[in-house]
């Protein structure tokens, strides 16, 4: 974690923006990947299921699925940092991770655009609550799960 720590109040912003955001996630699942691919559309052939589709996003089968199981990811792992210590997505699940997104051919930069994209959904999906406080929060988070899978990011053993 090279000494980055998250804080009690920056875990407090984390949990309850979550907690707000949980009951529609699914919606704010599809808009946090539509970000990543406005911000970065040259990212679209790291995603398999998007690869040969010639269906518009919205329709595509695979994009909710895959959308709510990264962002639902993101925001439990977010919330659970500082109580677990570190990052957690179930140990395993980190090494898988770190893998997949190695052979889909991700670099570490690329983390920088699903950060702009979180710090967009969220603000978006609670404008009530955002701060430059919980942006801080919400990015710290975001790096410390990014550095994780980064540091996996090697070929499957």
Do not use: Y
């Amino acid at each position: 974690m090279d000494g980055r720590v998250f804080t009690e109040e920056q875990e407090a912003l984390v949990v309850k923006s979550w907690a707000a955001m949980k009951k529609n996630a699914a919606e704010h699942s599809v808009k946090f990947f539509k970000k990543i691919l406005e911000i970065a559309p040259a990212a679209r052939p790291l995603f398999s299921f998007l690869k040969d589709s010639n269906v518009p996003l919205e329709e595509n089968p695979k994009l909710k699925p895959h959308a709510m199981a990264v962002f639902v990811m993101t925001c439990d792992s977010a919330a659970q940092l500082r109580k677990a210590g570190k990052v957690t997505v179930r140990e395993s699940n980190l090494k898988k991770l770190g893998a997949s997104h190695f052979k889909a051919g991700v670099a570490p930069e690329h983390f920088e655009v699903t950060k702009m994209a979180l710090l967009e959904t969220v603000k978006e999906a609670v404008p009530e609550m955002w701060s430059e406080a919980m942006k801080n929060a919400w990015e710290e988070a975001h790096d410390q799960l990014a550095d994780a899978i980064i540091s996996e990011m090697k070929p499957s053993s």
